[in-house]
């Protein structure tokens, strides 16, 4: 999967598989699509305001998830790509801790303005004393896409390290690592929640759920996706036949039937992945399976000149896109409320056929509001850092992380959009350089 694209324009770099550039873009496409759908705000029969998570009360939504739930594959992509960055990397003399460094500015700088908007927007809705409920039922659903930014953090600070014991020990990192994920969720689900009786944590307010005891499998289960990328980068999947690809996909969905009928696992794969639960981790072989096999096709589709362009223009801006769809899908939400426009009941064929549009739309009002924003995906090159010392890459890594994670935990309010507003900010001040702006 490492071979390069023939008809591929002369800026595209030698060796690179598009296919993987299309993965990306369309993962994120899809979360936009599927959190329309979770948005159902309409006028119900009588006139009244309807809120409902719409796509989540369909009989098929469960079943769906088993295909539709992409972030393991997001996983799988990252690691295919980081073992690339890191083999250039070493050939330029590049450390490690550089390395880390460009990642995090590549997802502290994006995070940046969107926080700052949370920050402002939640800070206001005190200081206009609107509704608590109404806040948090809106803060929480926006904000529900922030754990790919503390989760992502991690598997790629650690990327180096876990590229050495894969070069190392191969197939017996994967082993291991799903082995304590496992072992995290029997944890959790057999002892804290059967022995201890402990509940899940409640939609608002903060406090000890069964989630807080599921959050060491953001390491073992997103380090796993990345190590099959690893995988996928070596070419191990590629070397397998058709049919072989087909068997993994289907011992892949028995091993997934297996855990949820143990109890405690949720039937939804979106159930699963927060915390996430060893489940994630049988979804990335599936989908690194899965990927392979339409390798062939996608590759066609990306010698497409009009599908390479979106895919290179959405590409360039898709931590934009994926930060920003939410509250876009709220403004233009809160935009239709506030015109005299016909809204149709959540769940009503009329409201299934705009959905397509109204992506149209999210996506149009994101990609102009990236005109300006994109600047925030450039990363600075690399250059003497503030601090050579080795502490302060790690430090500025955990400072980024703890309250993204916390805010997956506890929900998006203003306290937690604040402490991550600063958490990014001093991350990008710990790794920086008196030449590099915030």
Known sequence: MTRSVDEAPRTIPAGRDLTLDLAR?????????????????????????????TVESQP????ATWVANVMPLFFVVGGYAARAGWRTAVAKGISADDFIRVR?????????PVFIFFTLALGATRMLGIAPELVDAIAIGVGSPLWFLAAYMIV?????????????????????????????????YVFVGGVLGIDPLPPTGYGIG??????????????FAMQVGFFLYDGWFARL??????????????????????????????????PPTATMAVFAMVQAAALTLLHAP??????????????????SRLMTVYLWHLPMIMVLIGIELLLPL?????????????????????????????????????????????????????????????????????????????????????SLWLTGSARTAV
């Open 60 to 63: 098929w939504f469960n079943a």
């Open 156 to 188: 790629q600070a650690l990327a180096p390290a876990m590229m050495r014991w894969h070069e190392r020990h191969g197939g017996w990192v994967l082993l291991f690592l799903l082995g304590a994920a496992l072992a995290v969720d029997a944890f959790r």
């Open 298 to 315: 996608l590759t066609a589709l990306m010698r497409v000149r009009v599908v390479q362009g979106a895919v290179f223009l959405i590409g």
């Open 104 to 112: 995090l500015a590549r997802l502290a700088r994006p995070a940046v």
């Open 342 to 426: 016909p809204l149709p009941e959540p769940g009503s064929p009329e409201w299934w056929w705009t959905r397509v549009p109204f992506l149209v739309a999210v996506l149009g009002a994101v990609l102009l509001l990236s005109l300006w924003l994109v600047r925030f995906e450039r990363v600075p090159p690399v250059i003497t850092p503030r601090f050579p010392a080795g502490w302060a890459t790690p430090l500025a890594v955990i400072v980024f992380v703890l309250p993204i994670l916390a805010i997956t935990a506890y929900g998006l309010d203003f306290p937690l959009a604040a402490l991550a507003l600063g958490g990014c900010a001093t």
């Open 241 to 274: 036949r058709w049919w072989q690809l087909v068997l993994l996909i289907g011992v892949g969905y028995a091993a997934q039937w297996g855990l949820v009928s143990l109890g405690g696992y949720s039937v939804s794969m979106l159930g699963n992945q927060w």
């Open 25 to 53: 873009v369309f993962c994120v496409l899809l979360v936009v699509f599927v959190h329309i759908l979770f948005t159902g705000v309409g006028r119900g029969e009588n006139g009244s305001l309807v809120i409902e998570r």
């Open 210 to 223: 069964q989630e807080v005891f599921g959050i060491p499998n953001v390491l073992f289960v997103w380090l």
